[in-house]
T-cell receptor
Framework: GQNIDQPTEMTATEGAIVQINCTYQ??????LFWYQQHAGEAPTFLSY????GLEEKGRFSSFLSRSKGYSYLLLKELQMKDSASYLC?????????????FGGGTRLMVKP | DGGITQSPKYLFRKEGQNVTLSCEQN?????MYWYRQDPGQGLRLIYY???????QKGDIAEGYSVSREKKESFPLTVTSAQKNPTAFYLC??????????????FGPGTRLTVT
């Protein structure tokens, strides 16, 4: 099976930078996704990494190291609306196609 | 507009009753999924379907059933055998390919409360 770990909660200040880590143990790794989920709403896609390195998308960046089983999501210039849960999800190659296994999510609270 | 719809947003049932949650998508996706989310937790996979008329159990299928008679629809029935049915249920869909940025798109969710 897969094991995905991320911190349960984090707090940061508006305008600052925060890094949310995700570690995973899996076989047949085939990509890592980050989703944002506001309370009571559907998760929305943020980023995707399958090769080592950094993917930048505006204020959000995501990094992957496959050898270390490690990823992080970097949020810059934090805004109050960034308060949400951030879900790390791993895709593995198997007969079931495009399957994702999710971590428990990191709830980020942005304070003024 | 293309997307995934789930209805209703809030659902209340008495213990011992079966209840069916709807999920419809017009994204022309072959694959559809049902997840359960408990407070402060991540998503756990209940059932998935890669193609019409076929579906597979996920990690927590006990007490649930699904059907996939049409490409657009993947209803989930929460049966009385499910011991802790109160949760937030999310439906998702995607293309079936496993390469590239093939994200899953999520519906708005149904919050089920069983008393």
């Amino acid at each position: 099976g897969q094991n995905i770990d991320q911190p349960t909660e984090m707090t940061a200040t508006e305008g600052a930078i925060v890094q949310i880590n995700c570690t995973y143990q899996t076989s047949g790794f085939n990509g890592l996704f980050w989703y944002q989920q506001h309370a009571g709403e559907a998760p929305t896609f943020l980023s995707y990494n399958v090769l080592d390195g950094l993917e930048e998308k505006g204020r959000f960046s995501s990094f992957l190291s496959r050898s270390k089983g490690y990823s992080y999501l970097l949020l810059k210039e934090l805004q109050m609306k960034d308060s949400a849960s951030y879900l790390c999800a791993v895709r593995v190659l198997n007969n079931a196609g495009n399957m994702l296994t999710f971590g428990g999510g990191t709830r980020l609270m942005v304070k003024p | 507009d293309g997307g995934i719809t789930q209805s209703p947003k809030y659902l209340f049932r008495k213990e011992g009753q079966n209840v069916t949650l709807s999920c419809e998508q017009n994204l022309n996706h072959d694959a559809m999924y049902w997840y359960r989310q408990d407070p402060g937790q991540g998503l756990r996979l209940i059932y998935y379907s890669q193609i019409v008329n076929d579906f597979q159990k996920g990690d927590i299928a006990e007490g649930y059933s699904v059907s996939r008679e049409k490409k657009e629809s993947f209803p989930l029935t929460v049966t009385s055998a499910q011991k802790n049915p109160t949760a937030f249920y999310l439906c998702a869909s995607s293309s079936p390919g496993t390469s590239g940025n093939n994200e899953q798109y999520f519906g708005p969710g149904t919050r089920l409360t069983v008393t």
